[in-house]
Each structure stands twice: as structure tokens, then as C-alpha cells.
């Protein structure tokens, strides 16, 4: 955004469907937006480019690759031209939506007493640390616990873990500073429009992810930024006075005397630890926590989940079928693809999920005897693999009704896969071409995954309505994507944890947890998000409703 004279009134408009070319600058956009609102691009004060997203579709029509840009553009106040009519009457230019802050303007009375409340936080994924953000951006005494250790202990558990073949219950892939996301694809979009997601990016941007997460519709930070990015938010988080206590383990609530509805204190491995505020941000695999908490009295609800495999391509053949041979793919780098089949009445939807374009495949697990896949990529996109999970959605209906029963159809399918794969995490795998042909392959290809591959029937150890879906969407994904169903891509088993079969009840004005005053669960493994940026808005908003309504009983 280019500097403003604070003396002059303006105007921001969001000016949509810009087209761009992937061998012209960004720079190009001011002077393409004054020529649609029919003004000089010497009264353009400032553009900032809201969304870019890569529209690959009208290849096939020799039209070539092109991105699609929404613009918020600052004007005069006064500017009002006929093309600026024209565009808001067909829908592409409106008014700039406004940008909310993470400081709460009329926090709750309660909280500015003699003794600033003392908030914990329970989970140091996204959720967690962008609670504890807002808290500490409002002077309140916050604890965040963490059940795994700091970055480095945790990745030589996890090089430990990779020679052993036996994973070390707290610090793995899944628990540890940062939570599960931490080795992941590190992707920074979401599906809702939050006004939070702005000063949100902004801080990931401070803390040094790249400028272009801002706007870009695939933003993605990477594993290897991820791991300097998490280090400098608990260290200006500690500067504003926020305690760290990792290796420390949530194992129960402690009640007030005169009020069972409001927690005085957590049980921990540590001991007691005293709050006023309690923010559960468990994430979606610590499924012990959440027997302890339900022990506890804080009620759960089964959720549907997703649940598929992971599939994996030479990244060649997906940037070949998706960008094709012109000069535009050259400067692109490697491709991505976001890829849906709808349901039909006779086969529920099937989509990718977490598409690690030029990345690898982990075993994201913390316990012997179950088996479950997830993707990572860096920031280079330097494999020479594509990976994403292909998922179906399993609710009630599949699993049961009781609030543990996603849980526990989970962990049945992940002891069976483990066993399939020769119960040492090797993986059980079959090419897509075998997949829809439904026969054992006599050998798998070279995978990225961890541990290895062994040919296994992955079509007879899905659940029905899952390989249905997956078979749908094999015949459709190939007509997109050449090659996409052939012998070169592989299916690696299991992918069941895209998101949790849990969920927390609260209360949707006040976010607090059914049943409870002082407790507000948030984040994935809370049932109210479905991704790093989700997580991080959830975790804000909920914190900021703490601040709204205090300690109030109302």
C-alpha cells in the first residue's frame, strides 16, 4: 500500500477479477485497476492486492495461465466515475471490508482490578498461541502449557523415533511447540473471511514468514520457516510476560468449592497450576486429554471427520498436467491442486486435502500399534514428490452416536493399516491404477514416506463408503490431471486425522464450554476449526470474547 496524506479524505473500494499474467509484475495492477474505474492511476493513493489465485482452467481454451486478483484500491472520497457505477452494479466493486484488531476497544470491567486474572492455556498449536496473543496484548497473567518440549528436544525425539521405529508418547509429530502443524505443510488459507485474518497475518509476517501469504489464495509459509517462525512469536510473547511451561501435561480440572461450573486450578505433571481463565487448545490427537476432561465433566459431541489416503505423484506430472508446456509454468514453480467430486445419491464427496506440492510423507503418530499419514513440505517445494490426502466425510451415521465413538472408529482403522503395513510403521500402499482395478500390485514404487512401503490392498481395507468415493473421484481427478489414476500415483495408508471427531460444545456468543464459566475450548482439537488459519482466528476470537464478557456469570 502506498503511503497516504492523512490530510486528504478517502476511500478504499475491493475491486475484483483483475487479471494478471504470470510473466507481468504486480506493479501492473494500479494502472489496470484506474483504466476499470475510469479514473488516472495518479489518483490511485494507495493498492494492496487482497487475493491471487492462479486460474489454470482456461488453458485447455489457448487462453494460457492466468492469476485472478482482488484489489483494495484507495481513492478520493469523493471519486465517483460511470465505470465505478457500472462495476458495483454488476457485483465487482464494493466498499473495502473493514479490518478488525486483536485489542478489544471496552474490555470487561471485571478485568482491570487490583490483580490482573490469571488465564492458562492449554496447547501451544495456533489456537493456543494466538489466544494467549490477544491475552497478553491486554495485560492479563498467562501460563501456556505445552504436554511436548521446545523445537530442537522435539526433533530429536523425532530423528529418534525415524532410526527406532518407536515413538516417544509426548514428543512427536503431533505434541511439542508449535502442535501438530509445526511439521506440516505450513498452509496460512482458509475458507471463511474473518476480519481478524488480516492484523493475524500481519504478525506471522513480523515474525518472518513471507510478504506474500498476505494475499496469496495457496499462501503457504513451509516446515523449514515454520520452525524459525514459532521461536520469535514465545519470545515476544515472553517479553509481553507470557510463562512457558512445556513438557507439562494437562491430567485434570479443579472446581471451585462454591461453584462446580467454574475451574480454580488444573491438575499437571507439574502440579497445580491456578487460573481464573481456562483455554483448551488440546488439538485433535490427544485424545487422552480429552478423556481426562470429560472425566472432568466437560461435555463432547461426535463431529463428522475426514478420513482417505494419501496419494502421491511425481511432481512433474502434476505441474505438467496442470500449468502444460508454455512459458508461464516455466516461472511458476511447482504446481498444487485443490481438487472436489460432489456426492451423488449413491456416493458420498471425496476431496484433497493438505496438497504438499514437492514434499513428503510422515507418519504423524505418537503411540506403537497405530498408523496414520500426514504431508510436509518447505518452503522450496524442493522434492520431487506431490502428495495430498484424498478424504471422504464419516459422521455418526458411519460410526455411532456416542461422543467417543469417532475416536474410537479411528483408532480401529489405524491398528488395522499398521498391522497391514507389517506393524513396524511401514505403510501399507497400492498404485491408483490397482486401486480401481482392485488387485494387489506385486511391488510398490520408491515413496517419500518415513518408513517404507509394502503392496498391500488398501481397496478391501477402506471402509465401504470411502472407497466408493475415492474410486469416484480417481475417474474424475484423472480427467483434470492425466496420469493423475495411472500406475504413477501411489496411495499410502491411512490419512485420518484431517480433522478431529470431536467437539467441545460453547456457548456461540459468549464461546465458553457448555456447562461452564471460565473454560473456553477452541482449535482444532476443540471441534471449531479445520486448519493452521482457522485455528489462529478461533483461538483470537475466543480470547477476545473472554475480554468481552469478563468474569461474569452471564
Request: net charge positive; with cysteine; aromatic share 6%.
Given at each position: 500500500?502506498?503511503?497516504?496524506?492523512?490530510?486528504l479524505?478517502?476511500?478504499t473500494?475491493r475491486?475484483?477479477?483483475?487479471?494478471?499474467?504470470?510473466l507481468?509484475p504486480?506493479?501492473?495492477?494500479?494502472?489496470?485497476?484506474?483504466?476499470?474505474?475510469?479514473i488516472e492511476?495518479?489518483?490511485?493513493?494507495?493498492?494492496?492486492?487482497?487475493?491471487?489465485?492462479?486460474?489454470a482452467r482456461?488453458?485447455?481454451?489457448?487462453?494460457g495461465?492466468?492469476?485472478?486478483c482482488?484489489?483494495?484500491?484507495?481513492?478520493?472520497?469523493?471519486?465517483?466515475?460511470?465505470a465505478?457505477?457500472?462495476l458495483?452494479?454488476?457485483?465487482?466493486?464494493?466498499?473495502a471490508?473493514?479490518?478488525a484488531?486483536?485489542i478489544?476497544?471496552?474490555?470487561?470491567g471485571?478485568?482491570?482490578?487490583?490483580?490482573?486474572?490469571r488465564?492458562?492455556?492449554v496447547?501451544?498449536?495456533?489456537?493456543g498461541?494466538?489466544?494467549?496473543w490477544?491475552l497478553?496484548l491486554?495485560?492479563?497473567?498467562?501460563t501456556?502449557i505445552?504436554?511436548?518440549?521446545?523445537l530442537?528436544p522435539?526433533?530429536?525425539a523425532l530423528?529418534?523415533?525415524?532410526?527406532?521405529?518407536e515413538p516417544?508418547?509426548?514428543?512427536?509429530?503431533?505434541f511439542?511447540?508449535?502442535?501438530?502443524?509445526?511439521?506440516?505443510?505450513?498452509?496460512?488459507?482458509?475458507?471463511?473471511?474473518?476480519?481478524?485474518?488480516?492484523?493475524?497475518?500481519?504478525?506471522l509476517?513480523?515474525?518472518g514468514?513471507?510478504g506474500?501469504?498476505?494475499?496469496?489464495?495457496?499462501?503457504?509459509?513451509?516446515t523449514?520457516?515454520?520452525?524459525r517462525?514459532?521461536?520469535?512469536?514465545?519470545?515476544?510473547?515472553?517479553a509481553?510476560?507470557?510463562?512457558?511451561l512445556?513438557?507439562?501435561?494437562?491430567?485434570?480440572?479443579?472446581a471451585?468449592?462454591?461453584?462446580?461450573r467454574?475451574?480454580r486450578a488444573?491438575?499437571?505433571?507439574?502440579?497445580?497450576?491456578?487460573?481464573?481463565?481456562l483455554?483448551?487448545?488440546?488439538?485433535?490427537?490427544?485424545r487422552?486429554t480429552?478423556?481426562a476432561?470429560?472425566?472432568?465433566?466437560?461435555?463432547?459431541?461426535?463431529k463428522?471427520?475426514?478420513?482417505?489416503?494419501?496419494?502421491e505423484?511425481?511432481q512433474?506430472?502434476?505441474?505438467?498436467?496442470?500449468?502444460?508446456?508454455?512459458?508461464?509454468a516455466?516461472?511458476l514453480?511447482?504446481?498444487?491442486?485443490?481438487?472436489?467430486?460432489?456426492a451423488?445419491?449413491?456416493?458420498?464427496a471425496a476431496f484433497?486435502?493438505?496438497?504438499?506440492p514437492?514434499?513428503?510423507?510422515v507418519?504423524?503418530?505418537?503411540?506403537?500399534?497405530?498408523?496414520?499419514t500426514?504431508?510436509?513440505?518447505?518452503s522450496k517445494?524442493?522434492?520431487?514428490?506431490?502428495?495430498?490426502a484424498?478424504?471422504?466425510?464419516?459422521?455418526?451415521?458411519?460410526?455411532?452416536?456416542?461422543?467417543?465413538a469417532?475416536?474410537?472408529?479411528?483408532?480401529?482403522?489405524?491398528?488395522?493399516?499398521f498391522?497391514?503395513?507389517?506393524?513396524?510403521?511401514?505403510?501399507?500402499a497400492q498404485?491408483a491404477?490397482?486401486?480401481?482395478?482392485r488387485?494387489l500390485?506385486?511391488?510398490?514404487r520408491?515413496?517419500?514416506?518415513?518408513?517404507?512401503?509394502?503392496p498391500?490392498?488398501?481397496d478391501?481395507?477402506l471402509?465401504?463408503p470411502a472407497?466408493?468415493?475415492?474410486?469416484r473421484?480417481?475417474?474424475?481427478?484423472?480427467r483434470q490431471?492425466?496420469?493423475?489414476?495411472?500406475?504413477?500415483?501411489?496411495?499410502?495408508?491411512?490419512?485420518?486425522r484431517?480433522s478431529?471427531?470431536l467437539?467441545?460444545?460453547?456457548?456461540?456468543?459468549?464461546r465458553?464450554?457448555?456447562?461452564?464459566?471460565?473454560?473456553?475450548?477452541i482449535?482444532?482439537?476443540?471441534?471449531?476449526?479445520?486448519?493452521?488459519m482457522?485455528?489462529m482466528l478461533?483461538g483470537?476470537?475466543?480470547a477476545?470474547?473472554?475480554?468481552?464478557?469478563g468474569?461474569?456469570?452471564?
Amino acid at each position: 500500500m502506498n503511503p497516504i496524506d492523512p490530510t486528504l479524505s478517502t476511500a478504499t473500494w475491493r475491486l475484483l477479477h483483475l487479471r494478471l499474467s504470470p510473466l507481468e509484475p504486480e506493479s501492473v495492477l494500479a494502472e489496470r485497476a484506474a483504466v476499470e474505474l475510469g479514473i488516472e492511476v495518479r489518483d490511485v493513493r494507495g493498492l494492496r492486492i487482497a487475493r491471487k489465485a492462479l486460474d489454470a482452467r482456461r488453458r485447455t481454451r489457448n487462453v494460457g495461465l492466468e492469476f485472478v486478483c482482488n484489489v483494495d484500491v484507495v481513492l478520493n472520497a469523493r471519486s465517483r466515475t460511470r465505470a465505478m457505477a457500472r462495476l458495483e452494479k454488476s457485483g465487482r466493486l464494493r466498499r473495502a471490508p473493514t479490518t478488525a484488531s486483536l485489542i478489544h476497544p471496552r474490555p470487561h470491567g471485571s478485568l482491570s482490578g487490583e490483580r490482573a486474572p490469571r488465564a492458562v492455556v492449554v496447547g501451544s498449536g495456533p489456537a493456543g498461541l494466538f489466544a494467549a496473543w490477544v491475552l497478553s496484548l491486554h495485560g492479563m497473567h498467562t501460563t501456556l502449557i505445552e504436554r511436548g518440549p521446545l523445537l530442537k528436544p522435539r526433533a530429536r525425539a523425532l530423528a529418534r523415533f525415524h532410526q527406532s521405529r518407536e515413538p516417544d508418547p509426548e514428543r512427536n509429530l503431533l505434541f511439542g511447540e508449535g502442535g501438530a502443524g509445526t511439521y506440516s505443510d505450513g498452509k496460512i488459507y482458509t475458507r471463511v473471511d474473518d476480519p481478524l485474518e488480516v492484523p493475524l497475518l500481519e504478525e506471522l509476517v513480523l515474525a518472518g514468514a513471507p510478504g506474500n501469504i498476505r494475499y496469496d489464495s495457496l499462501a503457504h509459509i513451509g516446515t523449514d520457516r515454520l520452525h524459525r517462525i514459532l521461536p520469535t512469536l514465545r519470545e515476544s510473547l515472553s517479553a509481553r510476560g507470557v510463562k512457558f511451561l512445556f513438557d507439562t501435561r494437562m491430567d485434570g480440572l479443579l472446581a471451585t468449592d462454591s461453584d462446580p461450573r467454574r475451574v480454580r486450578a488444573l491438575r499437571t505433571t507439574a502440579g497445580e497450576i491456578e487460573c481464573d481463565l481456562l483455554f483448551l487448545a488440546i488439538g485433535h490427537s490427544a485424545r487422552d486429554t480429552a478423556l481426562a476432561l470429560a472425566a472432568a465433566g466437560v461435555e463432547f459431541q461426535a463431529k463428522p471427520f475426514q478420513l482417505g489416503l494419501r496419494i502421491e505423484h511425481p511432481q512433474e506430472l502434476i505441474t505438467r498436467g496442470r500449468y502444460g508446456e508454455g512459458p508461464a509454468a516455466a516461472v511458476l514453480g511447482p504446481a498444487s491442486y485443490n481438487l472436489l467430486r460432489k456426492a451423488d445419491d449413491l456416493t458420498p464427496a471425496a476431496f484433497s486435502f493438505c496438497m504438499c506440492p514437492g514434499g513428503r510423507i510422515v507418519a504423524s503418530v505418537n503411540e506403537h500399534g497405530y498408523l496414520c499419514t500426514n504431508g510436509m513440505s518447505n518452503s522450496k517445494h524442493s522434492s520431487a514428490w506431490a502428495s495430498a490426502a484424498l478424504v471422504s466425510s464419516f459422521g455418526p451415521a458411519e460410526f455411532g452416536s456416542g461422543p467417543f465413538a469417532g475416536v474410537d472408529f479411528q483408532r480401529a482403522l489405524e491398528a488395522l493399516f499398521f498391522q497391514a503395513g507389517g506393524g513396524d510403521f511401514t505403510a501399507p500402499a497400492q498404485s491408483a491404477a490397482d486401486f480401481l482395478d482392485r488387485r494387489l500390485g506385486r511391488a510398490t514404487r520408491h515413496s517419500t514416506y518415513t518408513f517404507g512401503t509394502r503392496p498391500a490392498r488398501l481397496d478391501q481395507l477402506l471402509p465401504e463408503p470411502a472407497r466408493s468415493a475415492l474410486t469416484r473421484a480417481l475417474c474424475d481427478f484423472e480427467r483434470q490431471i492425466p496420469g493423475f489414476a495411472g500406475p504413477e500415483g501411489e496411495f499410502v495408508g491411512l490419512e485420518s486425522r484431517s480433522s478431529g471427531p470431536l467437539r467441545m460444545p460453547r456457548d456461540l456468543r459468549t464461546r465458553r464450554a457448555a456447562g461452564w464459566l471460565n473454560v473456553y475450548p477452541i482449535g482444532e482439537g476443540a471441534g471449531w476449526a479445520g486448519g493452521i488459519m482457522s485455528a489462529m482466528l478461533d483461538g483470537a476470537n475466543s480470547a477476545l470474547a473472554s475480554l468481552e464478557f469478563g468474569l461474569s456469570n452471564g
